[in-house]
């Protein structure tokens, strides 16, 4: 993994990706005692950055492989990602979904036109489904993480974070990130490394699935204990990636944790303020920007909203929280 | 008016307002049977398009007038708008807003620095009520819709539509676009006789408060003949505006109006395919192009949702609609 892949995935993406805004608003500047930056990635196609993966990946198949299929295993962002990206180019797509996953995901998903395939996430092992299936039709696999061309594809966020700050002025800040496998994150950061370095990349997960700040504060990978039963179903992985994880042991600050209840009312204030909006593992690191302010440096806070795809009860519950003003 | 005002109010603008994303979906494209491209105004500052005509005003004020402070009469939107500008360019600001505005608009209003004055919307007449106190204290009055100053600004939407809608490839289309007193309208629509003249302007209103359809069809300045009880409060005026209803006689097609359920419906299709906060009367001209297909000509649509200060519990009404997928 190097800069020069996240440039070359930004390439390909070209006219396919969106340019996310980098939003702002007083009122959560005044939340968090400091300036605050909001990347908006739940405005991106099909709801969040996976669609820069995704498309990074499928681009970059030759053509053999690409007529034949590709197959992926996703609580449901990645699925839309890499069903978009199948779509545009004219390759089957397969997607394991865990059974859990939000009805609203799994219905986009089969609408992007790929073929799902659920599984219990507590008790069968997805990776094991898709390889299997991959084998059986011929698909190539597209991990949702551990995949240098899809790192590659998620860092393209972290070029435009470093461009559109540049042109904000800001030469030094946190840039927090929701973490679950740590594509995302690793991308940004290695983009970062090289494009702003007075940046520096700080992961958000949430309480009890806090498996890459116990990682980062441990020098090795640990496992998280509970694979389901979290709001945050974007973002629940059993572990760091093999290729993410030494990535961000090098560039990245400690990990940020917040409470489910914080992730909700950041998607409330995300609602509010920005009017955008954020799913509830989207929204982990907006919350550690606004309710960890002690555990961030310096006087600007750059919070990734990483998607939007929530099921409206949930997000009706997030705004709850707001009482009637 | 002309369209060197709004090149003049975009140089103003620059810096100070942001060029807001045209968003799309193929599912919002399968609901309209042509394709949908949404300019998401609701992600302006303030939350809504009133951001550009209220610093087109205050910074084209002359400094002394501006040292005086400002006033303005508003169901919210407007409000916030002109408080912001006038906390940027150190104006004092009195903002005159009816009693039964949503109190997320109040209170962000007052959160601007901005001194709140309630009126009764079904008695009172707000024109007298600012005419009155900005005499009484010095006050520059800045009208929500008929003035040159504040049209340009509004207009400046139209430049953006315009360019973004060319980098697309877009040289026909529709475009809708909720309207109040007509400011927003008029606006865009000359910005798109000079910059598109392949475009069309489309008003949408909500049924009950279709003075502009009424009036377009007429020929002639009819009056709603209710002024309060619609969901869709920010786009509620008495009558079409004496410079706005000209400009739109001369250049808009037939209005179109759409139900207060289409209305919640579009805000629930924007939540769950654009992940956008849109507020009932920022949605009337999405729901036009979603649910009034056979009254739109062309194979593309450009909606407007010009705005996104809603009350939560408004919100959560439109998300029932989508139940609980």
Redesign the interface.
């Known amino acids: 993994m190097n800069i020069d892949m996240i440039r070359a995935a930004e390439a390909r993406l070209r006219g396919a990706v969106?340019e996310?805004?980098l939003?702002t608003s007083?009122?959560l500047d005044a939340i968090a005692g400091r300036r605050v930056l909001v990347k908006?990635e739940?405005?991106q196609h099909t709801?969040s950055f996976k669609a820069r993966g995704g498309w990074s990946a499928v681009s970059a198949l030759p053509e053999a492989d690409r007529r034949r299929g590709v197959i992926a295993y996703s609580s449901g962002n990645h699925a839309q990602g890499v069903a978009r990206a199948a779509a545009a180019h004219g390759a089957p797509a397969v997607i394991v979904m865990p059974s859990d996953a939000p009805?609203?995901k799994i219905?986009?998903t089969r609408?992007?036109g790929a073929e799902v395939v659920l599984y219990e996430r507590a008790t069968e092992d997805r990776d094991a489904i898709g390889t299997a299936i991959a084998a059986a039709r011929g698909l190539t696999l597209i991990r949702p993480f551990d995949d240098p061309l899809v790192i590659a594809g998620q860092g393209t966020t972290g070029l435009e974070i470093a461009r559109q700050a540049a042109a904000l002025g800001v030469t030094r800040a946190e840039v927090a990130v929701p973490c679950g496998g740590g594509g995302l994150s690793a991308g940004i950061a290695l983009a970062l490394e090289a494009e702003a370095p007075g940046f520096r990349l700080r992961t958000a997960e949430p309480e009890g699935f806090d498996d890459t700040a116990r990682s980062l504060a441990a020098g090795r990978i640990l496992r998280n204990t509970r694979l389901s039963g979290s709001l945050c179903d974007a973002i629940v992985t059993p572990e760091p990636g093999k290729l993410t994880f030494p990535i961000l042991a090098g560039l990245a600050g400690p990990g940020l944790v917040v409470t489910e209840e914080e992730a909700l009312r950041a998607m409330?204030m995300a609602?509010?303020h920005?009017?955008?909006?954020?799913e509830p593992g989207g929204a982990v690191a907006l919350a550690a920007a606004l309710y960890h302010s002690d555990d961030i440096e310096g006087d600007t806070v750059i919070a990734v909203c990483s998607g939007?795809?929530v099921?409206?009860?949930v997000?009706?519950r997030a705004?709850?929280m707001?009482?009637?003003?």
């Open positions: 969106r996310t805004p939003l007083p009122a908006a739940c405005l709801g009805a609203v219905a986009n609408a992007l409330a609602f509010a920005l009017r955008i909006v954020v939007g795809n099921d409206p009860a997000f009706s705004l709850s707001l009482g009637d003003a």
